[in-house]
């Protein structure tokens, strides 16, 4: 059986984005909201759990003290431009956070959101989320960390509103977060992993 996160599988259709969020407060699993659809997420393989503990942990230990903060996948973000409701597996928010309402469990202005790929979710989080958190007029960074092997893509938002990309395969390589300051090296992103 393959403990992948899949991609969305839609679970209910047409909602209000106001009956998603009452729903998915009281939920047991999350779920992931575009234009009045609903998508079940699933869990995640060893890869996914232990890339995802070391990012979180170089991340926090860089920004400590600091202005920017990491957030890991139950902060939900919604993107307000084309009714997104998404979880992405890290966050990096750099200014007071934005939220949609007073349960504080939804913002809107992520500076940072990486996701990390397998093989259920590399197409949707590459392609269509990529697409619609390219709206999040505050969003600087998207970047796309491999489960399956070592490989990261980094989209660097220019000041003309293009999205660079630079691509790192090597253990010896940093991976550099302008909006931060900071880098972390490929080598502790994927520590403990093995191919």
């Given at each position: 059986m393959d403990s992948d996160l899949?991609?969305?599988v839609p679970k209910y259709n047409f909602i209000e984005p106001?009956?998603?969020?009452?729903e998915e407060r009281k939920a047991v699993v999350k779920h992931e909201y575009y234009q009045g659809e609903v998508f079940a997420m699933s869990g995640a393989s060893?890869?996914?759990?232990k890339i995802f503990s070391n990012l979180f942990i170089e991340l926090g230990l860089l920004l400590k003290g600091k202005k920017c903060q990491p957030y890991g996948s139950d902060l939900r973000v919604h993107v307000k431009e084309n009714s997104l409701y998404t979880y992405p597996d890290i966050v990096l928010i750099c200014e007071d956070p934005l939220f949609t309402d007073d349960e504080n469990d939804t913002i809107t202005n992520?500076?940072?959101?990486?996701?990390?790929?397998?093989k259920s979710t590399e197409r949707y989080d590459r392609i269509e989320k990529f697409a619609l958190c390219r709206s999040i007029s505050g969003l600087k960074?998207?970047?796309?960390?491999?489960?399956?092997k070592l490989r990261v893509e980094h989209y660097l938002k220019t000041d003309d509103n293009k999205w660079l990309l630079t691509e790192f395969s090597k253990?010896?390589?940093?991976?550099?977060f302008p909006s931060i300051g900071s880098a972390i090296s490929l080598s502790a992103i994927y520590d403990g992993i093995s191919f």
């Open positions: 899949q991609e969305p106001q009956q998603y969020l009452s060893f890869n996914h759990n992520p500076t940072v959101i990486i996701e990390i790929l397998s960074e998207y970047i796309l960390v491999d489960s399956r253990v010896t390589e940093q991976l550099s």
